[in-house]
């Protein structure tokens, strides 16, 4: 199980990401279920806590009729509004016979026959959400409740965390309580166990006390946070909020971005293509929420075709199992990058476009490690394209995404003659050479496809400058190394002169960078320097923070040649939307970076938070997140860099995200 998924593989691979964790899987339950995210269908997205057996068994007819079972969608779970405010006589739980007239377990036995799985939602707490009309939770009553679950022959629980706070006398939600809900739900993850019918179990406390740090232990797949709205920032909000839990993903144990929307008429078909697609690449369980039939209802073929694009499935329940992870960020472009592997060494990568409007987009391959692709497959855009070399281009629709399936594939930073070389007079050239940061200090590997057999010079030259780089190669010499500068962009050309022997591949490796410590800024305004637990705040120990829109932290920096440079900021972000995730929260925050008093670049970071917010050392906010932007302005010599916030007072959030420190590749 590889629990880095974004390690820097091989010499000068670097592939900009999002720090991994630093947390290992913990130890999870290994009883063969999910091994790959669940799928299927639940009542709460379309009907609220109104379900009824009508509804329930059109719907789940129709998961047949429109062949989405055999796609995969089998669970069939009736949410909230299903029971009632008290138990039978002896004590058990029971169903509401006005809406359930043939009772759960012959609603089970049905589902059965149509060889789908049974679902059902019960709560942590005094009752279920949903309620008033009241129905009783299971809180005290875990083994007789399992027990039931078990005789009605369901397949799975849905457990949810509402009226459960019995320290602050069980309100609807409580998002801040002083005990953890992680004892509740491993009573009820025993009492599952015990019974002797598997049952998938979905952790449902809405990402409160950092999950995915325990639930693995207990269930198959527990919420990362408050539920999907119907609205189209709540996928900005719910991908936020996935970005540091990517890496928890894995056999057995799914982070869930909460229920589909497609099909329930909020997002045009480029916006359902992207919620899809990203739901599909994160791992998340796959739980249709739209009507599908019902006597008044019939899904649209738009939103059928998004929900039954057999590619973005195969993608989710790819056997290999690890989540695509974020890899680049354009906030003031308004579009970002994820990708992760699939079974077979293929790879899967999105570009969302944020904007609403539709425009040509483009993946540098290098942004997700690689360097070329015999085959790409554009899923959306129903394109194949075969010997792509670094860049690949195409037009994303508005709030859309360009998802593609990348195979045969070869590693940043190689490029092999047969791919990119050219003949050129007396030497060869090698385009569509791509570069992170504009540097002079690029290592440019040449390996020639024999030892050379006698000593002889070499000579080079780039794109990025009319000089000529030189040196001379000993007799039998695999390889020599020269050094030359680049300019960032997938468009520089190397060209190598006088080479008596073939060259088999040139391999260019970025420069290390130089990192600088937030510790070493100056502050200005209300910005204020904090030291963390040890261990914490990588890689510094100590982080800038309060970093309101009027305040700043300055830094003369230096660098080695002028233009364009990468820079890899190192943030902290915790600020999880909890209640505000109801209206505009998206756990994100705003960071600018300005230098010599140019136009600052904006990167609305995610959360970066590996530990609970409510319990976690430093409260989850020692948790380094790592983006990289491109800034401009850059002079050879001394520079004037700007940590802040501008705009922050006009966001979301006044404030930005904790500064940690950057790295400059220069
Ligand atoms: C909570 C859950 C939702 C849904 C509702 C039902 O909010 O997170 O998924 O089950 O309760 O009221």
Redo the contacts with the bound molecule.
């Keep these: 199980m590889p629990t880095r998924m974004n390690a820097i593989i091989g010499l000068g691979l670097l592939i900009p990401s999002v720090a991994a964790t630093n947390s290992p899987l913990q130890t999870r339950l290994d009883d063969g279920l999910a091994l790959t995210p669940q799928m299927g269908w639940n009542t709460?997205n379309h009907y609220?806590?109104f379900p009824n057996e009508a509804i329930v068994r059109s719907n789940a007819q129709a998961l047949v009729d429109l062949g989405l079972d055999s796609l995969g969608y089998r669970t069939v779970t009736i949410?909230?509004?299903w029971s009632v405010a008290d138990r039978l006589a002896d004590g058990s739980l029971t169903w509401n016979e006005t809406l359930f007239p043939s009772g759960f377990p012959k609603i089970g036995q049905y589902l059965h026959d149509l060889e789908l799985l049974f679902g059902v939602?019960g709560d942590s707490g005094i009752k279920?959400?949903?309620s008033p009309p009241d129905n009783v939770g299971s809180l005290d009553h875990e083994e007789q409740d399992a027990k039931t679950f078990a005789e009605w022959e369901a397949d799975s629980l849905?457990y949810?965390?509402?009226y459960s706070d019995e320290a602050t006398n069980f309100p609807n939600?409580n998002y801040q309580p002083s005990t953890s809900p992680q004892p509740r739900f491993e009573i009820m993850s025993r009492a599952l166990q015990a019974q002797d019918r598997p049952m998938l179990f979905q952790v449902?406390e809405?990402g409160i006390d950092f999950p995915a740090n325990w639930a693995p232990a207990l269930g198959h797949s527990w919420?990362i946070g408050?539920?999907i709205i119907p609205a189209w920032r709540a996928i900005f909000r719910t991908l936020n909020q996935a970005v540091p839990q990517t890496s928890y993903a894995g056999p057995g144990q799914w982070p869930d971005l909460?229920?589909l929307m497609v099909g329930n008429g909020v997002f045009s078909q480029a916006e359902e293509q992207t919620h899809f697609s990203l739901w599909a690449i994160l791992k998340s369980p796959l739980t249709i929420g739209a009507a599908l039939k019902d006597d008044t209802t019939a899904i649209s073929k738009g939103s059928l075709q998004v929900l039954t694009n057999e590619d973005v499935i195969a993608f989710n329940q790819d056997k290999l199992g690890v989540s695509a992870s974020l890899r680049r960020r354009w906030s003031d472009e308004g579009f970002e990058v994820w990708s992760g592997p699939l079974e077979g060494g293929k790879t899967v990568a999105a570009v969302i476009n944020w904007r609403n409007e539709s425009r040509d987009l483009t993946l540098d391959l290098p942004d997700v490690g690689l360097q070329s692709a015999g085959v790409l497959r554009d899923v959306w855009g129903e394109a194949m394209e075969r010997g792509v070399r670094t860049s690949y281009t195409a037009r994303v629709e508005g709030h859309g995404t360009m998802l593609v399936e990348l195979d045969e594939t070869t590693p940043a930073g190689e490029y092999s003659t047969a791919l990119f070389g050219r003949k050129n007079g007396q030497g060869t050239s090698f385009q569509s050479i791509y570069a992170l940061t504009t540097s002079a200090n690029y290592g440019i590997t040449i390996n020639f496809a024999q030892p050379v057999s006698s000593a002889t010079n070499i000579t080079l030259r780039t794109s990025a400058s009319k000089q000529t780089y030189s040196t001379e190669i000993p007799a039998s010499a695999h390889q020599v190394t020269l050094q030359a500068p680049l300019i960032a962009g997938s468009n520089n050309t190397i060209t190598v002169w006088h080479h008596q022997t073939a060259i088999d591949s040139v391999q260019v490796t970025p420069p290390n960078g130089t990192y600088y410590p937030g510790a070493k800024f100056i502050l200005h305004g209300d910005a204020k320097q904090v030291t963390c637990g040890e261990g914490f705040c990588q890689p510094v120990g100590s982080k800038i923070g309060n970093l309101a829109a009027n305040s700043t932290a300055h830094a003369v920096i230096a660098a080695s040649s002028s233009g364009s440079k990468y820079v890899e900021l190192d943030y902290i972000n915790n600020e999880v939307a909890l209640d505000s995730a109801w209206g505009w929260g998206a756990n994100s925050r705003n960071l600018t970076l300005a230098v010599n008093g140019g136009l600052p670049v904006r990167l609305e970071v995610p959360l970066s938070g590996r530990h609970s917010e409510l319990f976690g050392p430093g409260q989850g906010w020692w948790d380094t997140g790592s983006l990289g932007v491109l800034t401009s302005g850059w002079k050879d010599g001394e520079n004037e860099v700007v940590i802040g916030n501008v705009g922050g007072e006009k966001g979301f959030q006044a404030l930005a995200p904790d500064f940690v420190g950057m790295r400059i590749y220069d």
């Design positions: 709460y609220n806590c949410d909230c509004g939602y279920l959400c949903g849905k949810d965390n509402c939600v449902c809405w919420r408050n539920d909460d229920m």
